[in-house]
């Protein structure tokens, strides 16, 4: 009777072969007289190797996963800073100050006139700029120092914005404060308010040049540059509010990681996806939006048609009068359509009420998906909700200012007010997608967080009840969309 073969488990079988593998390499390395050499080599290559993976890890690791949040703090304050110089910039513009310093002196600059020798200095520079001929040619010295601090004030103020940004930048990156994303979205913020600065005078430049606009026409300044300059504060704003939302909301779903997991799970769903899309969507609108609304003041496009929904005898003007040739600089006509589009104040302004108007077509049509959605009733967080409130009150107002700012001619309140209600609003587009859009990074953190916990209890043999609660809950926050 041939006896029984006993069975080979895996743990046997993986014994075997590590035993074969060891005795080989044994005999190999005593059976040649380098066979000891070739062993410490190989042993001096894997230290070797072992000792620059770890000088990599250090080097990566200069800068911590998540930036302070001391950070987020002074990234919020930096945003209602340029908030605010947006709104005082307009206020310059309104007032016609924007043009009452001929020169720009960075440095000199910041010094106001002390003496009447200065005050005269300056007050002959300016008379000899288009706007005091043809505007202001009785203007007096007290009148010319009201414009004259209207202005100063707006470039100290941008300078403040820049100082108060930069040297803490640098503090920050050198005392290891923020993560390195982080650092080098703050290099290009910074570079932002310096490239800010200079689109200031280049616009400014444009109103101190008889060339630069049409014979007998009133001196101002590029509508091009006008929105070149206004566009580029809108995106360091908006760069701020972003990246202070983010640090915040990333140590608030650190945390808790286990409770993220389910946060994040649902702001992932497919059910949220055209949502999420929407908002984006908002977002590009309303900036697009503002940023006519810059073609319209550099033109003074809001002065005519002062009356709502109608333009004259209809809903838009007559065609021969939106496409007009005068605008036409090529003998092929071949620039008309834009060149009115952009200089035409008709026009301008007749793109600016359609864009307003879809703007607020679809904030609420985005809110009506929001209550008439079942699933979308069931899964959008409670914060998506309220943020989606927020924005519907900031459009409608943001409405009422435009309209009654274009009725009643311009006034300097309700203007001021409406080009401040275009920040307030893209900024509640920016807080709500801050609430439904998942954060790439911050979503990589959790994963890792709840990696190492979950490993954690098996290196160390134990069972931790607080990490089992955690993959349990982590579990349950991927099984099904029943939340």
């Known amino acids: 009777m041939v006896p029984k073969a006993r069975p080979t488990t895996l743990y046997l079988k993986a014994f075997k072969s590590s035993t074969r593998r060891t005795i080989a390499s044994s005999s190999d390395a005593f059976s040649s007289p380098s066979g000891a050499s070739s062993t410490l080599a190989s042993l001096s290559k894997s230290i070797s190797q072992k000792t620059e993976r ?15 949040k001391v950070v987020a703090y002074w990234l919020l304050g930096s945003a209602a800073s340029v908030f605010g110089i947006v709104v005082f910039g307009g206020l310059t513009r309104l007032t016609e100050s924007g043009l009452s310093i001929t020169e720009w002196k960075p440095i000199t600059g910041s010094v106001p006139p002390t003496s ?134 990333s140590h608030r779903l650190l945390a808790d990681p286990a409770a993220a997991v389910k946060t994040l799970f649902i702001l992932r769903s497919p059910e949220l996806k055209i949502f999420r899309l929407s908002v984006a969507g908002l977002a590009v609108l309303v900036f697009c939006t503002a940023m006519s609304g810059g073609l ?54 007749l793109d600016h009420r359609i864009l307003a108007t879809t703007t607020f077509t679809s904030i609420m049509a985005l809110w009506a998906y929001t209550k008439l959605s079942p699933t979308l009733r069931k899964m959008l967080p409670a914060a998506g909700k309220k943020g989606m409130h927020g924005v519907v009150g900031f459009v409608c107002l943001q409405v009422a200012l435009g309209i009654s700012t274009l009725i009643y001619l311009v006034p300097l309140p309700l203007a001021s007010a409406h080009q401040a209600g275009s920040l307030a609003l893209l900024t509640s587009v920016i807080i709500l997608g801050g609430r439904v859009w998942a954060p790439g990074r911050a979503s990589k953190l959790v994963a890792q967080r709840l990696a190492s916990a979950g490993t954690a209890p098996l290196r160390s043999g134990s069972r931790s009840p607080g990490m089992a609660n955690m993959r349990k809950d982590a579990a349950n926050g991927f099984q099904g969309r029943m939340i």
């Open 54 to 68: 770890t000088t990599r890890v250090v080097r990566t690791a200069f800068f911590p996963e998540t930036s302070d």
């Open 116 to 249: 009447a020798a200065d005050w005269d200095s300056e007050f002959t520079k300016y008379q000899s700029s288009p706007e005091y001929k043809i505007l202001n040619p009785n203007m007096t010295l007290d009148e010319f120092k009201s414009i004259y601090y209207m202005e100063w004030t707006h470039r100290i103020w941008g300078r403040f914005v820049g100082i108060s940004f930069l040297l803490p930048s640098i503090y920050f990156i050198a005392r290891r404060k923020v993560s390195a994303p982080m650092a080098g979205k703050l290099i290009g913020i910074a570079g932002l308010i310096g490239f800010q600065g200079f689109l200031g005078w280049w616009m400014v430049q444009s109103g101190l040049k008889d060339d630069l606009f049409a014979p007998r026409s009133q001196p101002r300044v590029s509508q091009y540059r006008l929105t070149a300059h206004l566009g580029a504060a809108f995106i360091c704003y908006t760069t701020m509010l972003w990246n202070g939302l983010s640090i915040l909301r």
């Open 296 to 349: 319209v003041a550099g033109l003074d496009a809001g002065l005519i048609y002062n009356e709502f929904p109608m333009m004259g005898l209809g809903l838009t003007p007559p065609k021969s009068e939106l496409f007009s040739d005068f605008y036409s600089h090529t003998a092929d006509k071949s620039d008309l359509w834009w060149r009115n589009m952009l200089e035409n104040p008709s026009l301008v302004q």
